[in-house]
Protein backbone atom coordinates (compact mmCIF):
# COMPACT_ATOMS: atom_id res chain seq x y z
CA UNK A 1 0.00 0.00 0.00
CA UNK A 2 1.10 3.70 -0.71
CA UNK A 3 0.37 6.30 1.63
CA UNK A 4 1.32 9.81 0.14
CA UNK A 5 2.56 11.87 2.93
CA UNK A 6 0.77 14.80 3.75
CA UNK A 7 2.63 18.09 4.38
CA UNK A 8 0.75 20.79 6.24
CA UNK A 9 2.13 23.76 3.84
CA UNK A 10 0.46 21.41 0.97
CA UNK A 11 -2.67 21.04 2.48
CA UNK A 12 -3.01 25.01 3.34
CA UNK A 13 -2.70 26.01 0.21
CA UNK A 14 -5.49 24.15 -0.91
CA UNK A 15 -7.95 26.62 -0.98
CA UNK A 16 -11.60 25.18 0.47
CA UNK A 17 -14.00 26.35 -2.40
CA UNK A 18 -16.14 24.94 -5.15
CA UNK A 19 -15.88 26.09 -8.69
CA UNK A 20 -18.97 24.79 -9.65
CA UNK A 21 -22.03 26.37 -8.86
CA UNK A 22 -24.47 23.40 -8.58
CA UNK A 23 -25.39 22.76 -5.38
CA UNK A 24 -24.33 19.30 -3.98
CA UNK A 25 -27.93 18.13 -4.18
CA UNK A 26 -28.21 18.20 -7.48
CA UNK A 27 -25.63 15.16 -7.84
CA UNK A 28 -27.10 12.17 -7.18
CA UNK A 29 -24.13 9.73 -7.31
CA UNK A 30 -23.70 11.84 -3.87
CA UNK A 31 -26.86 10.12 -2.23
CA UNK A 32 -25.27 7.51 -0.20
CA UNK A 33 -23.34 10.36 1.84
CA UNK A 34 -25.41 12.28 4.73
CA UNK A 35 -26.13 15.75 3.39
CA UNK A 36 -24.81 18.03 6.05
CA UNK A 37 -21.31 15.48 5.56
CA UNK A 38 -21.31 16.32 1.78
CA UNK A 39 -19.66 19.73 1.05
CA UNK A 40 -16.58 18.11 3.11
CA UNK A 41 -16.61 14.82 1.45
CA UNK A 42 -15.99 16.94 -1.59
CA UNK A 43 -13.27 18.95 -0.21
CA UNK A 44 -11.61 15.79 1.10
CA UNK A 45 -11.63 14.14 -2.38
CA UNK A 46 -10.68 17.52 -3.87
CA UNK A 47 -7.60 17.57 -1.53
CA UNK A 48 -7.26 14.22 -2.23
CA UNK A 49 -7.02 13.87 -5.94
CA UNK A 50 -4.93 16.82 -5.91
CA UNK A 51 -2.02 15.55 -4.15
CA UNK A 52 -2.65 12.34 -6.26
CA UNK A 53 -2.57 14.45 -9.22
CA UNK A 54 0.64 16.28 -8.34
CA UNK A 55 2.86 13.89 -6.26
CA UNK A 56 2.01 10.39 -8.49
CA UNK A 57 1.21 11.81 -11.85
CA UNK A 58 3.84 14.82 -11.62
CA UNK A 59 1.51 17.51 -12.21
CA UNK A 60 2.10 20.46 -11.35
CA UNK A 61 0.63 21.80 -8.07
CA UNK A 62 -1.42 24.70 -10.15
CA UNK A 63 -2.27 21.83 -12.89
CA UNK A 64 -3.26 19.40 -10.30
CA UNK A 65 -5.84 22.23 -8.28
CA UNK A 66 -7.14 23.18 -11.56
CA UNK A 67 -8.37 20.44 -12.51
CA UNK A 68 -9.53 18.74 -8.89
CA UNK A 69 -11.56 21.75 -8.46
CA UNK A 70 -13.15 22.33 -11.62
CA UNK A 71 -14.49 18.74 -12.14
CA UNK A 72 -16.98 18.05 -9.50
CA UNK A 73 -19.35 15.61 -11.70
CA UNK A 74 -16.67 13.30 -12.55
CA UNK A 75 -15.34 13.51 -8.93
CA UNK A 76 -18.79 12.82 -7.48
CA UNK A 77 -18.54 9.45 -9.66
CA UNK A 78 -15.49 8.32 -7.79
CA UNK A 79 -17.05 9.45 -4.20
CA UNK A 80 -19.52 7.30 -4.89
CA UNK A 81 -17.62 4.45 -5.12
CA UNK A 82 -15.45 4.86 -1.85
CA UNK A 83 -16.75 3.76 0.92
CA UNK A 84 -18.51 7.22 3.39
CA UNK A 85 -17.42 7.00 6.89
CA UNK A 86 -17.15 10.25 8.27
CA UNK A 87 -13.87 9.75 10.50
CA UNK A 88 -11.91 8.41 7.78
CA UNK A 89 -13.39 9.46 4.64
CA UNK A 90 -9.81 10.92 3.09
CA UNK A 91 -8.08 8.16 3.73
CA UNK A 92 -10.39 6.07 2.25
CA UNK A 93 -10.53 8.30 -1.12
CA UNK A 94 -6.29 8.43 -1.13
CA UNK A 95 -6.55 4.42 -0.86
CA UNK A 96 -8.69 4.25 -3.56
CA UNK A 97 -6.39 6.17 -5.82
CA UNK A 98 -3.84 5.04 -5.27
CA UNK A 99 -5.24 1.38 -6.42
CA UNK A 100 -7.71 2.48 -8.88
CA UNK A 101 -5.94 5.08 -11.41
CA UNK A 102 -8.53 7.71 -12.70
CA UNK A 103 -9.22 8.23 -16.39
CA UNK A 104 -7.23 12.12 -16.54
CA UNK A 105 -8.30 12.93 -19.63
CA UNK A 106 -12.33 12.59 -18.65
CA UNK A 107 -10.71 15.03 -15.21
CA UNK A 108 -9.43 17.44 -17.44
CA UNK A 109 -12.01 17.78 -19.93
CA UNK A 110 -14.47 18.58 -16.97
CA UNK A 111 -12.46 21.36 -15.88
CA UNK A 112 -11.30 23.10 -18.40
CA UNK A 113 -15.42 23.38 -18.88
CA UNK A 114 -16.93 20.85 -21.19
CA UNK A 115 -20.28 19.78 -20.57
CA UNK A 116 -20.11 16.71 -18.95
CA UNK A 117 -22.99 15.41 -21.63
CA UNK A 118 -20.36 16.01 -24.53
CA UNK A 119 -17.03 14.52 -22.74
CA UNK A 120 -17.89 11.03 -23.54
CA UNK A 121 -17.40 11.79 -27.10
CA UNK A 122 -14.16 13.36 -27.17
CA UNK A 123 -12.20 10.13 -25.09
CA UNK A 124 -10.37 7.59 -26.82
CA UNK A 125 -10.93 4.17 -25.34
CA UNK A 126 -7.23 3.73 -25.30
CA UNK A 127 -6.47 6.79 -23.58
CA UNK A 128 -6.32 7.68 -20.22
CA UNK A 129 -3.37 9.68 -19.06
CA UNK A 130 -2.81 13.27 -19.90
CA UNK A 131 1.03 12.52 -20.75
CA UNK A 132 -0.73 10.24 -23.49
CA UNK A 133 -2.83 13.07 -25.38
CA UNK A 134 0.70 15.01 -26.97
CA UNK A 135 0.30 18.79 -25.96
CA UNK A 136 -2.39 19.37 -24.26
CA UNK A 137 -1.41 19.75 -21.02
CA UNK A 138 1.61 22.08 -22.23
CA UNK A 139 -0.85 24.52 -24.62
CA UNK A 140 -3.32 24.54 -21.16
CA UNK A 141 -0.66 25.74 -19.61
CA UNK A 142 0.94 28.19 -21.90
CA UNK A 143 -2.64 29.57 -22.17
CA UNK A 144 -3.29 29.85 -18.36
CA UNK A 145 -0.38 31.32 -17.46
CA UNK A 146 -1.37 33.82 -20.25
CA UNK A 147 -4.39 34.50 -18.25
CA UNK A 148 -7.30 32.43 -20.14
CA UNK A 149 -9.24 30.89 -17.06
CA UNK A 150 -9.22 26.98 -16.63
CA UNK A 151 -12.70 26.76 -16.86
CA UNK A 152 -13.09 28.12 -20.35
CA UNK A 153 -10.46 26.67 -22.15
CA UNK A 154 -12.71 24.27 -23.25
CA UNK A 155 -14.64 26.81 -25.86
CA UNK A 156 -11.32 26.93 -27.89
CA UNK A 157 -10.73 23.20 -27.35
CA UNK A 158 -13.89 22.86 -28.78
CA UNK A 159 -14.17 25.15 -31.56
CA UNK A 160 -10.31 25.13 -32.38
CA UNK A 161 -9.31 21.09 -31.24
CA UNK A 162 -6.56 20.79 -33.73
CA UNK A 163 -5.43 24.11 -34.55
CA UNK A 164 -4.66 24.90 -30.62
CA UNK A 165 -4.03 21.88 -29.13
CA UNK A 166 -2.30 20.07 -31.88
CA UNK A 167 -0.04 23.12 -31.92
CA UNK A 168 3.55 23.23 -29.78
CA UNK A 169 3.21 25.56 -27.00
CA UNK A 170 6.04 27.96 -28.37
CA UNK A 171 4.42 28.84 -31.22
CA UNK A 172 0.88 29.29 -29.73
CA UNK A 173 3.05 31.59 -27.27
CA UNK A 174 4.54 33.82 -30.18
CA UNK A 175 0.95 34.04 -31.64
CA UNK A 176 -0.33 35.45 -27.99
CA UNK A 177 2.25 37.83 -27.45
CA UNK A 178 1.30 39.07 -31.30
CA UNK A 179 -2.22 40.07 -30.47
CA UNK A 180 -0.66 42.31 -27.65
CA UNK A 181 1.13 43.99 -30.56
CA UNK A 182 -2.04 45.29 -31.57
CA UNK A 183 -2.14 47.94 -28.28
CA UNK A 184 -4.04 45.18 -25.47
CA UNK A 185 -3.13 43.35 -22.48
CA UNK A 186 -3.08 39.76 -21.61
CA UNK A 187 -6.84 40.51 -20.40
CA UNK A 188 -8.24 41.91 -23.02
CA UNK A 189 -6.60 39.78 -25.77
CA UNK A 190 -7.97 36.64 -23.98
CA UNK A 191 -11.68 37.99 -23.72
CA UNK A 192 -11.22 38.74 -27.43
CA UNK A 193 -9.91 34.86 -28.39
CA UNK A 194 -12.59 33.42 -26.37
CA UNK A 195 -15.50 35.05 -28.43
CA UNK A 196 -12.99 34.86 -31.59
CA UNK A 197 -11.17 31.33 -30.92
CA UNK A 198 -10.27 31.13 -34.76
CA UNK A 199 -7.53 33.96 -34.31
CA UNK A 200 -5.71 31.41 -32.33
CA UNK A 201 -5.98 29.31 -35.40
CA UNK A 202 -2.53 28.71 -36.70
CA UNK A 203 -3.70 29.14 -40.60
CA UNK A 204 -1.93 31.36 -42.86
CA UNK A 205 -5.66 31.48 -44.75
CA UNK A 206 -6.81 33.57 -41.66
CA UNK A 207 -4.22 36.20 -41.43
CA UNK A 208 -5.75 38.77 -42.98
CA UNK A 209 -9.13 38.37 -41.19
CA UNK A 210 -7.11 38.56 -37.93
CA UNK A 211 -5.83 41.50 -39.44
CA UNK A 212 -9.12 43.24 -39.70
CA UNK A 213 -10.76 41.85 -36.73
CA UNK A 214 -8.11 43.27 -34.34
CA UNK A 215 -8.21 46.55 -36.47
CA UNK A 216 -11.92 46.57 -35.38
CA UNK A 217 -10.89 46.15 -31.76
CA UNK A 218 -8.63 48.64 -31.58
CA UNK A 219 -10.61 51.40 -33.03
CA UNK A 220 -13.96 50.64 -30.97
CA UNK A 221 -11.66 50.02 -27.42
CA UNK A 222 -8.93 51.84 -28.46
CA UNK A 223 -9.65 55.15 -30.00
CA UNK A 224 -13.62 55.20 -29.48
CA UNK A 225 -12.59 54.41 -25.25
CA UNK A 226 -14.70 51.19 -24.68
CA UNK A 227 -11.72 49.69 -22.71
CA UNK A 228 -12.18 52.24 -19.80
CA UNK A 229 -16.18 51.27 -19.69
CA UNK A 230 -15.57 47.60 -19.48
CA UNK A 231 -14.52 46.07 -16.21
CA UNK A 232 -11.28 44.82 -16.43
CA UNK A 233 -11.30 41.02 -16.48
CA UNK A 234 -11.16 38.30 -18.80
CA UNK A 235 -15.00 37.62 -18.50
CA UNK A 236 -15.93 41.29 -19.22
CA UNK A 237 -14.04 41.16 -21.77
CA UNK A 238 -15.46 38.09 -23.18
CA UNK A 239 -19.24 39.01 -22.73
CA UNK A 240 -18.29 41.99 -24.60
CA UNK A 241 -16.62 40.85 -27.36
CA UNK A 242 -19.57 38.26 -27.67
CA UNK A 243 -22.11 41.09 -28.30
CA UNK A 244 -20.20 42.16 -30.93
CA UNK A 245 -19.58 38.90 -32.69
CA UNK A 246 -23.90 38.95 -32.82
CA UNK A 247 -23.29 41.52 -35.33
CA UNK A 248 -20.47 39.92 -37.02
CA UNK A 249 -22.06 36.86 -37.37
CA UNK A 250 -24.79 38.38 -39.31
CA UNK A 251 -22.47 39.31 -41.72
CA UNK A 252 -20.58 42.29 -41.02
CA UNK A 253 -17.30 42.81 -42.79
CA UNK A 254 -14.17 42.60 -40.44
CA UNK A 255 -11.91 45.66 -40.51
CA UNK A 256 -14.85 47.85 -41.46
CA UNK A 257 -17.05 48.01 -38.05
CA UNK A 258 -14.61 49.13 -36.01
CA UNK A 259 -16.50 52.94 -36.62
CA UNK A 260 -20.12 52.02 -36.10
CA UNK A 261 -19.24 49.27 -33.06
CA UNK A 262 -17.23 52.51 -31.85
CA UNK A 263 -20.35 55.24 -32.53
CA UNK A 264 -22.70 52.50 -31.08
CA UNK A 265 -21.02 51.25 -28.43
CA UNK A 266 -23.88 51.81 -25.83
CA UNK A 267 -25.56 48.90 -27.50
CA UNK A 268 -22.87 46.71 -26.59
CA UNK A 269 -23.18 47.90 -22.76
CA UNK A 270 -26.37 48.03 -22.15
CA UNK A 271 -28.07 44.69 -23.26
CA UNK A 272 -27.67 41.29 -22.89
CA UNK A 273 -26.26 39.07 -25.72
CA UNK A 274 -29.82 37.36 -25.72
CA UNK A 275 -31.32 40.02 -25.77
CA UNK A 276 -29.50 41.80 -29.02
CA UNK A 277 -29.99 37.78 -30.77
CA UNK A 278 -34.12 38.23 -29.94
CA UNK A 279 -34.35 41.51 -31.86
CA UNK A 280 -31.88 40.86 -34.48
CA UNK A 281 -34.05 37.82 -35.12
CA UNK A 282 -37.28 39.86 -35.00
CA UNK A 283 -35.43 41.61 -37.96
CA UNK A 284 -34.40 39.00 -39.64
CA UNK A 285 -37.34 37.19 -40.08
CA UNK A 286 -38.27 39.69 -42.74
CA UNK A 287 -36.27 37.53 -45.50
CA UNK A 288 -33.66 41.00 -45.70
CA UNK A 289 -29.97 41.05 -45.92
CA UNK A 290 -28.99 40.02 -42.72
CA UNK A 291 -25.93 42.99 -42.68
CA UNK A 292 -28.32 45.30 -43.04
CA UNK A 293 -30.41 44.47 -39.91
CA UNK A 294 -27.00 44.80 -38.12
CA UNK A 295 -26.58 48.33 -39.39
CA UNK A 296 -30.52 49.15 -38.77
CA UNK A 297 -29.61 48.06 -34.74
CA UNK A 298 -26.25 50.10 -34.58
CA UNK A 299 -26.93 53.43 -36.15
CA UNK A 300 -30.85 53.29 -35.17
CA UNK A 301 -30.02 51.87 -31.28
CA UNK A 302 -33.41 53.65 -30.29
CA UNK A 303 -35.39 50.65 -32.04
CA UNK A 304 -33.93 48.28 -29.20
CA UNK A 305 -35.73 49.83 -26.37
CA UNK A 306 -39.41 49.16 -28.53
CA UNK A 307 -41.07 46.63 -27.73
CA UNK A 308 -41.68 44.59 -30.78
CA UNK A 309 -43.19 41.74 -28.72
CA UNK A 310 -46.92 42.53 -27.10
CA UNK A 311 -48.35 45.24 -28.86
CA UNK A 312 -51.17 43.90 -30.92
CA UNK A 313 -52.19 45.63 -34.14
CA UNK A 314 -55.50 45.62 -36.30
CA UNK A 315 -53.49 44.41 -39.96
CA UNK A 316 -55.47 46.72 -42.04
CA UNK A 317 -54.76 49.13 -39.78
CA UNK A 318 -51.34 49.13 -39.55
CA UNK A 319 -50.97 48.47 -43.95
CA UNK A 320 -52.39 52.24 -43.60
CA UNK A 321 -50.56 53.59 -40.75
CA UNK A 322 -47.14 52.74 -43.07
CA UNK A 323 -48.77 54.71 -46.12
CA UNK A 324 -50.09 52.05 -48.32
CA UNK A 325 -53.93 54.03 -49.98
CA UNK A 326 -57.26 53.24 -50.29
CA UNK A 327 -56.48 51.35 -53.24
CA UNK A 328 -53.50 49.32 -52.14
CA UNK A 329 -55.64 48.28 -49.28
CA UNK A 330 -58.52 46.86 -51.20
CA UNK A 331 -55.87 45.23 -53.13
CA UNK A 332 -54.86 43.63 -49.88
CA UNK A 333 -57.88 42.50 -48.83
CA UNK A 334 -58.49 40.93 -52.34
CA UNK A 335 -55.49 39.13 -52.92
CA UNK A 336 -54.45 38.31 -49.13
CA UNK A 337 -57.90 38.17 -47.16
CA UNK A 338 -56.36 35.80 -44.57
CA UNK A 339 -54.02 38.20 -43.22
CA UNK A 340 -56.70 40.76 -41.91
CA UNK A 341 -57.88 40.62 -38.64
CA UNK A 342 -55.86 41.13 -35.16
CA UNK A 343 -52.40 40.29 -35.04
CA UNK A 344 -49.39 40.57 -32.45
CA UNK A 345 -46.79 43.01 -33.85
CA UNK A 346 -44.51 40.28 -33.43
CA UNK A 347 -45.73 38.07 -35.82
CA UNK A 348 -45.39 41.54 -38.11
CA UNK A 349 -42.62 40.00 -40.39
CA UNK A 350 -44.55 37.04 -41.82
CA UNK A 351 -47.85 39.30 -41.86
CA UNK A 352 -45.73 41.35 -43.97
CA UNK A 353 -44.48 38.65 -46.33
CA UNK A 354 -47.43 37.34 -46.84
CA UNK A 355 -48.89 40.34 -48.20
CA UNK A 356 -45.11 40.19 -50.05
CA UNK A 357 -44.62 44.17 -48.47
CA UNK A 358 -41.72 42.85 -45.97
CA UNK A 359 -38.40 43.88 -48.54
CA UNK A 360 -40.52 47.21 -48.87
CA UNK A 361 -41.17 48.02 -45.67
CA UNK A 362 -37.95 47.02 -44.18
CA UNK A 363 -36.14 49.42 -46.74
CA UNK A 364 -38.37 52.13 -45.41
CA UNK A 365 -37.36 51.48 -41.86
CA UNK A 366 -33.82 51.38 -43.06
CA UNK A 367 -34.15 54.84 -44.15
CA UNK A 368 -35.48 56.41 -41.26
CA UNK A 369 -38.52 55.46 -40.67
CA UNK A 370 -38.37 52.96 -37.85
CA UNK A 371 -40.49 55.12 -35.46
CA UNK A 372 -43.52 53.52 -37.56
CA UNK A 373 -42.87 50.87 -35.74
CA UNK A 374 -43.70 51.61 -32.20
CA UNK A 375 -46.41 54.69 -32.55
CA UNK A 376 -49.17 52.45 -33.75
CA UNK A 377 -51.31 51.42 -31.10
CA UNK A 378 -54.83 50.58 -31.72
CA UNK A 379 -56.83 52.13 -28.66
CA UNK A 380 -59.45 49.31 -28.20
CA UNK A 381 -57.74 45.83 -29.00
CA UNK A 382 -61.27 44.51 -29.15
CA UNK A 383 -62.68 47.05 -31.67
CA UNK A 384 -60.66 45.22 -34.65
CA UNK A 385 -62.11 41.82 -33.14
CA UNK A 386 -64.97 40.21 -34.81
CA UNK A 387 -67.80 38.70 -32.91
CA UNK A 388 -67.92 35.20 -34.52
CA UNK A 389 -63.92 35.29 -33.57
CA UNK A 390 -64.44 35.79 -30.84
CA UNK A 391 -67.33 32.96 -30.01
CA UNK A 392 -64.60 30.89 -31.56
CA UNK A 393 -61.75 32.00 -29.15
CA UNK A 394 -63.94 31.54 -26.22
CA UNK A 395 -64.59 27.96 -26.95
CA UNK A 396 -60.96 27.16 -27.74
CA UNK A 397 -59.86 28.92 -24.38
CA UNK A 398 -62.13 26.62 -22.12
CA UNK A 399 -61.67 23.27 -24.09
CA UNK A 400 -60.38 20.26 -22.40
CA UNK A 401 -56.94 20.34 -24.90
CA UNK A 402 -56.75 24.47 -25.11
CA UNK A 403 -53.00 24.53 -24.74
CA UNK A 404 -53.04 22.40 -27.87
CA UNK A 405 -55.93 24.38 -29.25
CA UNK A 406 -53.74 27.80 -28.99
CA UNK A 407 -50.54 26.29 -30.12
CA UNK A 408 -52.07 26.03 -33.32
CA UNK A 409 -53.86 29.02 -33.64
CA UNK A 410 -50.74 30.46 -32.42
CA UNK A 411 -48.94 28.90 -35.20
CA UNK A 412 -51.65 30.18 -37.68
CA UNK A 413 -51.15 33.75 -36.42
CA UNK A 414 -47.56 33.47 -36.57
CA UNK A 415 -47.29 32.77 -40.43
CA UNK A 416 -49.35 35.83 -40.93
CA UNK A 417 -52.78 34.65 -40.62
CA UNK A 418 -54.76 37.31 -38.61
CA UNK A 419 -57.53 36.89 -36.30
CA UNK A 420 -60.68 36.48 -38.19
CA UNK A 421 -63.11 34.23 -38.41
CA UNK A 422 -61.84 32.25 -42.14
CA UNK A 423 -58.74 31.58 -40.03
CA UNK A 424 -61.01 29.74 -37.79
CA UNK A 425 -61.98 27.54 -41.10
CA UNK A 426 -58.10 27.22 -41.69
CA UNK A 427 -57.91 25.90 -37.65
CA UNK A 428 -60.71 23.66 -37.73
CA UNK A 429 -59.30 21.97 -40.93
CA UNK A 430 -55.91 21.52 -39.57
CA UNK A 431 -54.82 18.97 -37.49
CA UNK A 432 -51.37 18.32 -35.52
CA UNK A 433 -49.76 20.19 -32.78
CA UNK A 434 -48.15 23.78 -33.36
CA UNK A 435 -44.37 21.97 -33.17
CA UNK A 436 -45.97 19.38 -36.16
CA UNK A 437 -47.62 21.64 -37.99
CA UNK A 438 -44.06 24.31 -38.20
CA UNK A 439 -42.23 21.29 -39.01
CA UNK A 440 -44.53 20.26 -41.69
CA UNK A 441 -44.53 24.18 -42.82
CA UNK A 442 -41.00 24.57 -42.70
CA UNK A 443 -40.57 21.56 -44.68
CA UNK A 444 -42.69 22.50 -47.55
CA UNK A 445 -40.83 25.58 -47.40
CA UNK A 446 -37.65 24.29 -48.11
CA UNK A 447 -38.68 22.46 -50.79
CA UNK A 448 -39.75 25.41 -52.52
CA UNK A 449 -42.99 26.08 -52.29
CA UNK A 450 -43.82 29.76 -52.21
CA UNK A 451 -45.19 30.70 -48.46
CA UNK A 452 -48.46 32.37 -49.82
CA UNK A 453 -49.30 29.63 -52.01
CA UNK A 454 -49.00 27.32 -49.07
CA UNK A 455 -50.88 30.12 -46.94
CA UNK A 456 -53.38 30.28 -49.92
CA UNK A 457 -54.06 26.34 -50.29
CA UNK A 458 -54.25 26.25 -46.68
CA UNK A 459 -57.74 27.74 -47.28
CA UNK A 460 -59.25 24.85 -49.31
C1 LIG B 1 1.03 37.93 -20.09
O1 LIG B 1 1.42 36.79 -20.81
C2 LIG B 1 2.78 36.46 -20.74
C3 LIG B 1 3.01 35.24 -21.57
O2 LIG B 1 2.92 35.52 -22.91
C4 LIG B 1 3.18 36.21 -19.31
O3 LIG B 1 4.56 35.94 -19.24
C5 LIG B 1 2.82 37.37 -18.45
O4 LIG B 1 3.08 37.08 -17.11
C6 LIG B 1 1.39 37.73 -18.63
N1 LIG B 1 1.08 38.95 -17.92
C7 LIG B 1 0.16 39.03 -17.01
C8 LIG B 1 -0.02 40.36 -16.38
O5 LIG B 1 -0.56 38.08 -16.72
C1 LIG C 1 -61.92 39.14 -41.82
O1 LIG C 1 -61.76 38.79 -43.18
C2 LIG C 1 -62.73 39.29 -44.07
C3 LIG C 1 -62.41 38.80 -45.46
O2 LIG C 1 -62.14 37.44 -45.46
C4 LIG C 1 -62.79 40.80 -44.03
O3 LIG C 1 -63.81 41.29 -44.85
C5 LIG C 1 -62.98 41.25 -42.58
O4 LIG C 1 -62.89 42.67 -42.54
C6 LIG C 1 -61.93 40.64 -41.71
N1 LIG C 1 -62.15 41.04 -40.32
C7 LIG C 1 -61.37 41.93 -39.69
C8 LIG C 1 -61.74 42.20 -38.28
O5 LIG C 1 -60.43 42.46 -40.24
Keep these: MRFVPISISLCSFISLRFSSSLPLCKFPKLRKIPYRYRARAVEQAQQALTEYLHMTRYLSFTHAEHISKNSVVSLSDLISRVEFSNSNFFRNFQKFLS ?13 IGIPPSEINGLLSRHEFFLSEKGNILKVAHVLSAFGFPWNRLGKLYKEEIFSIFGETPDALTVRLNGFREFGFDNVSVAGICLAFPFVLN ?66 LLQYSEEFLVQKVEFFCRFDVNKADVALLLLQNPEILNYDLE ?64 TNFVISSPDEYLENEFNLHLERIQTARNHKYMIGKLEFLLGIGFGENVSTMKVFSSLHGSSVELQERFECLLQQGKPQNDLRASMQH
Aim: a negative charge; hydrophobic letters at 40%.
Design 99 to 111: YHPINEIEFFFES
Design 202 to 267: GNDEVIGQIDALFGDMRRVFLHFGLTSRVEWNVDSWHEICRKIRVFYDLGCEKGKMGELFGRGQNV
Design 310 to 373: SPLISVLGFLKHIGLSEEQLKFVAHEYPYVLGRNKLSNLPHVMKAVDLHQWFFDKIMNGEHHLL
